[in-house]
């Protein structure tokens, strides 16, 4: 069934946000966006705790990679199972998101009683896996609650997985007693990330409910994986979020390392650096809020470009600032802003160009197709900054928004893109 001829089993507002599904939605959509935050911060823990397990284990170069990197294998791994099996559109969205928190907080707890780093690169694997369960389920139950404020939802619950995703920063910028040159032992970095993950896990479990949009697949049909590459106007979705992602997580992974090389070459405090590199992931919490709201007023494709454009241009001129962490910071944090706001409109775009009964699965193949993207750029940017230092990595990272912004403007071009953001292309 092709999604305009299945876009009738949408249940009309009307008919079906009863005056009791108005007064939970609030409270809904709040609590799965705490419980995507608390899920979130599991993503980055091994990443922000780097310095002390390169101390402690004496990580090779490669293993530092790694320890972001096993979480998007892991992740891409999770999210092809699921799609592949429909998982997310055939078990309830809130059970599905707390078994996965739960079973993250677990193998992610496991990494403070490994060995050495090939045990945790493998207990990070197993938390990415779970965290599949989490961020697509999560986007799903949003569109099951919002229509004409789609984009506003998804943008919330991007947010606040932008900010949990910053959070192990800050965790990690904290200075204890008994840690490594001043930072925080890694382990209680680890366990306080996992701990909010199993808050995360009782918060969608027992609070959190599906709506009344969108209805469940009626069974297995393994071909609703590929509906979003097969036609063209999801097809040009899907190709501006790889554009996004092939930029996303080399940024995030690897600026708050800049930021805390720059301010040590001027004898700034790296304590500062480890705050800087939080503010830079956590102020994209704000603008894919902002963003949502404004796509779902002015166009999915409008917001985008403008994001795109933005992001890119940092990109390009990021690495020239590296001797003057001031202007790096100011100019971090609006590249922060902006790389990042657009992710919940790629989301909300698919949702909507999509058959509604599968759209759990759209979302979990978008987002596996990402991630596997930005492994590309995790490893590719260590070797080129030996090479050619980072004011020439950082615009290698511009070709992703470049390519994003054409096939945005192409989407508009289409006459499907009226079923974005209640008309608005």
């Excluded at 720059?262 to 500062?272: C, I, L, V």
Aim: hydrophobic share 50%.
């Amino acid at each position: 069934m092709s999604p305009a001829s299945s876009s009738s089993e949408v249940p009309a507002p009307s008919e079906s946000l009863a005056p009791g599904a108005l007064r939970r939605k609030p409270r809904t959509l709040a609590l799965l966006a705490i419980a995507t935050l608390f899920a979130m911060a599991l993503w980055f823990s091994g990443s922000a705790v780097v310095p002390q397990l390169t101390a402690e284990w004496n990580l090779t170069g490669g293993e530092q990679s790694w320890m972001t990197m096993s979480v998007q294998v892991g992740f891409v791994a999770g999210a092809l199972l699921s799609a592949s099996l429909n998982v997310a559109d055939r078990i309830p969205g809130s059970t599905f998101f707390a078994a996965s928190a739960l079973a993250g907080a677990v193998v992610n707890a496991a990494v403070v009683v490994a060995p050495g780093p090939s045990v945790a690169i493998a207990c990070r694997f197993l938390t990415g896996m779970a965290l599949a369960g989490v961020y697509p389920p999560g986007m799903k139950l949003v569109a099951t609650w919002c229509k004409e404020d789609r984009g506003e939802g998804i943008g919330l619950l991007v947010g606040a997985l932008t900010v949990g995703s910053a959070l192990p920063h800050l965790l990690n910028a904290v200075p204890v007693a008994g840690g490594t040159g001043g930072l925080p032992p890694w382990r209680s970095v680890v366990l306080v990330a996992s701990g909010l993950a199993v808050g995360a896990a009782g918060i969608a479990y027992v609070f959190v409910e599906e709506g009344p949009y969108l209805r469940s697949a009626s069974g297995f049909d393994w071909r609703h994986a590929g509906e979003g590459l097969r036609n063209e106007p999801p097809r040009l979705a899907n190709i501006g979020y790889l554009g996004h992602m092939w930029e996303l997580y080399a940024m995030w992974t690897w600026v708050p390392i800049v930021l805390l090389a720059s301010y040590e070459a001027a004898g700034w405090s790296e304590q500062w650096a480890r705050v800087a590199g939080f503010s830079v992931i956590a102020v994209g919490g704000i603008s894919c809020y902002l963003a949502g709201t404004l796509a779902d007023r002015l166009g999915r494709t409008r917001i985008t470009a403008w994001s795109l454009g933005v992001s890119g241009s940092c990109a390009l001129v990021a690495g020239f600032f590296f001797e003057m962490p001031g202007v790096l910071t100011v100019l971090c944090l609006v590249w922060g802003f902006a790389v990042v706001a657009d992710s919940a409109q790629f989301s909300a775009a698919v949702s909507e160009l999509t058959d509604p009964r599968y759209v759990g699965t759209a979302l979990t193949v978008q987002t596996s197709l990402g991630f596997l993207l930005t492994l590309v750029t995790l490893r590719a940017v260590p070797p080129l900054v030996d090479a050619w230092g980072w004011a020439g990595t950082f615009p290698l990272l511009a070709i992703g928004p470049a390519v994003g912004l054409w096939s945005m403007l192409r989407l508009r071009g289409l006459p499907e893109a009226t079923r974005m953001a209640s008309g608005n292309r």
